[in-house]
Each structure stands twice: as C-alpha cells, then as structure tokens.
C-alpha cells in the first residue's frame, strides 16, 4: 500500500511563501515523475509542475518563475517552494506521481489548501 501524505500550506499575504512537501511511503520500487497540481473553486484541477526522475522540470506558465519543484529520491519526497504568491494561487494544492511497486500506476496526495490574501 503506498501513500503520498503532503505537508505545509496555510494562509499568507500576497507577496509572500510558502512551501509544500509530499512524502510517499509503501513498497516502493521507484518513482517516476513527481508533479504538483491545485485546483480552485470552480475551475478544473490544473498541473502546476512537474520533476522527472532525472531532475528535469516543467512548469505551468502562471508560476515560472516564481515556483520551485525538487525532490529528495533518498526520502521520495518532493517539494514545492512558492514565492512570490499571487490570491490567483489560491487553490487546494495536491501531490501527484507514478510510482513502481508490483506495477505502475498514478497515486495522489490527500491535498493541501493555501489560501493567498490581497
């Protein structure tokens, strides 16, 4: 059984950071690419960032720049630093990445809220 449990989050002033982090555990052979995703009230749930195995990363637009994704294979964990926050990065955010045990398959963080004031 693997479990991605994130931490970090909250409210901040615009302008502000923040940062999140994902721990995946279980019978983990290896993991693939790690992503974040958020998701607003009324909007679709969007892909933030991504990292792959061999630390290339990939960022949505509205956050290059101002967003950082890295991972600690050692720990299979992975992070997300946020600067520069916007109230547009409000949203619940959620931890995303294809992991191998006896096969692979997608698993997903119970999700996070940051909330960014004006």
């Known amino acids: 059984q693997v479990q991605l449990v994130e931490s970090g989050g909250g409210l901040v002033q615009a302008g502000g950071s923040l940062g999140l982090s994902c721990a995946a555990s279980?019978?983990?052979?290896?993991?693939?690419?790690m992503r974040w995703y958020r998701q607003a009230p009324g909007k679709q749930r969007e892909l933030v960032a991504t990292?792959?195995?061999?630390?290339?990363?990939n960022y949505a637009d509205s956050v290059k720049g101002r967003f950082t994704i890295s991972r600690d294979n050692a720990k299979n964990t992975w992070y997300l630093q946020m600067n520069r926050l916007k109230p547009e990065d409000t949203a619940a955010y959620y931890c995303?990445?294809?992991?191998?045990?006896?096969?692979?398959?997608?698993?997903w963080g119970q999700g996070t809220q940051v909330t960014v004031s004006s």
């Open positions: 995303n990445a294809q992991i191998r045990t006896v096969v692979i398959r997608q698993y």
């Open positions: 279980g019978s983990i052979f290896s993991i693939n690419a």
């Open positions: 990292i792959t195995s061999g630390g290339s990363t």
